[in-house]
């Protein structure tokens, strides 16, 4: 692991990642999901992609990358773009894996080849009880009300800090449909069938957005990569096969 400092705006930002397979000459990086880290997408990835030098990265506010200010989706981007150019990388030559909310910064990020795992971005219509908790949080800040008004928060930001949950507001509700529709470079796209953060669904939406994309669906739920590694990576080295 190797940490490496990057500014934005003024701003400092600690990044925490690591390297596997150093030598090897291409590259994938690997961008993790809303309140998770770098090595849930080790743990998925560590053994296949053998022929790749491996990026894990925790991004600011994650896992052990600091983050003390409100972010946006673009503002993350732009810290990546500041990271990789740190390392003499140039985003339009990596292949870059997003799951979640790591789709929508890896999309922002336009590589050569993107790769989307249950990716955020597609807005869906919110459960009658997710529509209760908002309204009452609502009605609990215009009381002036605070702490009942973090009662009624997403689990996702439960354990945040006060700027994370400014940023998980900024980012949650983005429609990203223009993004998917303008990106232009080669992108598979990976879903579990069960899943209930994003769904089967919007896995097809953003297939028919993005015009050079192949689609690939699997059992289990949002997290269903770490049981579908190796087939993942088959599928993309058929496409380096031209197969």
Not at 117 to 134: P, T
């Amino acid at each position: 692991m190797a940490i490496k400092s990057v500014t934005l705006d003024g701003k400092l930002f600690d990044i925490n990642y690591e390297i596997i397979n150093p030598k090897n000459e291409q590259t994938i990086v690997f961008l993790h999901g809303w309140g998770s880290n770098k090595e849930v997408m080790k743990t998925a990835f560590d053994d296949v992609f053998k022929d790749f030098r491996h990026f894990y990265i925790d991004m600011p506010g994650f896992g052990k990358s600091t983050n003390s200010y409100v972010l946006t989706t673009k503002d993350y981007c732009e810290i990546m773009v500041d990271f990789f150019d740190s390392l003499d990388l140039k985003t339009d030559d990596l292949i870059i894996a997003g799951h979640s909310f790591g789709g929508k910064v890896a999309t922002f990020l336009k590589p050569s080849h993107l790769i989307l795992l249950s990716s955020a971005g597609i807005l869906e219509e919110k459960s009658k009880k997710v529509k209760i908790k908002i309204a009452l949080a609502k009605i609990a800040n215009k009381l002036g009300v605070s702490y009942f008004s973090k009662l009624f928060r997403s689990k996702d930001v439960e354990t945040m800090s006060e700027n994370m949950y400014g940023t998980f507001k900024n980012v949650v509700d983005e429609d990203f449909s223009g993004e998917f529709k303008i990106y232009q470079g080669k992108t598979t796209i990976f879903w579990g069938k069960e899943d209930t953060a994003t769904s089967l669904q919007s896995g097809k939406t953003i297939h028919q957005l993005i015009k050079n994309s192949q689609f690939y669906d699997f059992d289990g739920g949002h997290y269903f990569f770490l049981k579908h590694s190796k087939e993942i990576e088959d599928k993309i080295k058929q496409q380096f096969d031209g197969r």
